[in-house]
């Protein structure tokens, strides 16, 4: 017999990983009543604990360059998670693309119209986390608020002393 609780814990450590196919073996091997369950309860925001998608688990280690988030989520996606689900804290899968520094899951989950503006963790959106110039440029071209903490002065410094001229001169080119 197997322990649903142990399967559960393995497949959702699977997807924190980004591996899909330790993703995928898990889940063959449960097979049919047992398979992983394609949900957690989630109680690591100040709205109390929620029910999210384990896609929501995505974590890219770091420095992983073997990291599969994208390819992850669009299978458990063709699974039934949402992709535009929120975790308990407010985060999206766009927050953890971002955080992530993956562009192409960054394009995939715009061009499945995540609200590239939605606030996640401390009330900022995805933009705040970009330690990227192209996936900064991406969501400033999006339409990502990027004036919502502070009018974006702190923004702005950011891209300064990361010496982003392409989203510097869009800045000059968009002020709000």
């Known amino acids: 017999m197997i322990d649903k609780h142990k399967v559960d814990g393995a497949f959702r450590d699977a997807i924190r990983g980004g591996r899909l196919a ?6 063959s091997l449960a097979g049919g009543d047992d398979r992983p369950s394609l949900w957690f309860e989630d109680d690591a925001g100040k709205n109390g604990r929620r029910r999210v998608p384990v896609s929501l688990l995505l974590s890219r280690p770091y420095r992983d360059m073997h990291w599969e988030g994208l390819q992850t989520a669009q299978w458990l996606a063709s699974r039934g998670c949402d992709l535009k689900a929120r975790a308990a804290n407010g985060d999206t899968l766009l927050h953890k693309a971002v955080h992530a ?5 960054v394009r995939y989950l715009l061009a499945e119209a995540l609200d590239v503006s939605a606030l996640g963790e401390y009330g900022l959106p995805a933009l705040s986390s970009a330690q990227d110039e192209g996936i900064a440029l991406l969501l400033l071209q999006a339409g990502s608020d990027w004036q919502s903490d502070d009018g974006g002065a702190r923004f702005k410094r950011y891209a300064q002393i990361q010496h982003w001229g392409r989203v510097l001169a869009w800045l000059a080119q968009h002020p709000k």
Do not use: C, E, M, R
């Open 22 to 27: 330790s993703v995928q073996k898990i889940w």
């Open 101 to 105: 520094g993956d562009l192409a899951f």
